[in-house]
């Protein structure tokens, strides 16, 4: 309310400003147009920082109003991140506690198991074997790599790797 009151007075000491201002110059003393112009003037000066006052107080509404609203979008996408996350925990717990411990040890352990793994560690060696002599063309050595391969895959009941 007092802004409203304030911007009244200014408004009232122009006017009044501006009529002694015409007294003044009916009267023809320069003395009390002069004071009378002065008067406006302050008046006027008054009203440019009410209406300065006024848009910064826009201004700084609109701001806060921006800010608000960022912070609430900001704090809802966190909210939603925590509860993807606390979802994604969820999901991984529930499918480690699916996990069968014991059957991936004896599978791990298993006598098929070991013969897979000799048998594709054969194949490496045979292949690092074949490169190595292809490099030196030697033939006879490329042949019995190969028989070592067919040989391991044939040990452990798997295809064999290079044809035949």
């Known amino acids: 309310m007092s802004d409203f009151i304030d911007k009244a007075q200014h408004k009232a000491e122009e006017i009044a400003g501006e009529a002694k201002?015409?007294?003044?110059?009916?009267?023809?003393?320069?003395?009390?147009?002069?004071r009378g112009a002065a008067?406006?003037?302050?008046?006027?000066?008054?009203?440019?920082a009410d209406t300065?006052?006024?848009?910064a107080s826009g201004v700084a509404d609109s701001?806060?109003?921006?800010?608000?609203?960022?912070?609430?979008?900001?704090?809802?996408?966190?909210?939603?991140?925590?509860?993807?996350?606390?979802d994604l925990v969820d999901r991984?717990?529930?499918?480690?506690?699916?996990?069968?411990?014991?059957?991936?040890?004896?599978?791990?352990?298993?006598?098929?198991?070991?013969?897979?793994v000799a048998a594709v560690v054969g194949a490496v060696l045979a292949a690092v074997l074949i490169s190595r002599n292809r490099r030196r063309r030697s033939p006879h050595l490329v042949r019995e790599s190969k028989r070592?391969?067919?040989?391991?895959?044939?040990?452990?009941?798997?295809?064999?790797?290079?044809?035949?």
């Not at 991984?92 to 897979?116: C, F, G, I, M």
């Open 52 to 55: 300065v006052s006024d848009v």
């Open 63 to 86: 701001a806060t109003k921006a800010a608000s609203s960022i912070a609430d979008s900001a704090a809802a996408t966190a909210s939603d991140a925590a509860d993807t996350a606390a």
């Open 21 to 34: 201002e015409h007294i003044g110059s009916a009267t023809g003393d320069d003395e009390m147009r002069g």
């Open 148 to 164: 070592a391969a067919r040989a391991i895959a044939r040990s452990t009941g798997s295809k064999p790797i290079f044809g035949r």
């Open 92 to 116: 991984a717990s529930a499918k480690a506690r699916e996990v069968d411990v014991d059957a991936v040890v004896d599978t791990a352990t298993s006598p098929r198991t070991l013969a897979v």
């Open 39 to 48: 008067e406006k003037a302050k008046a006027n000066a008054h009203q440019a």
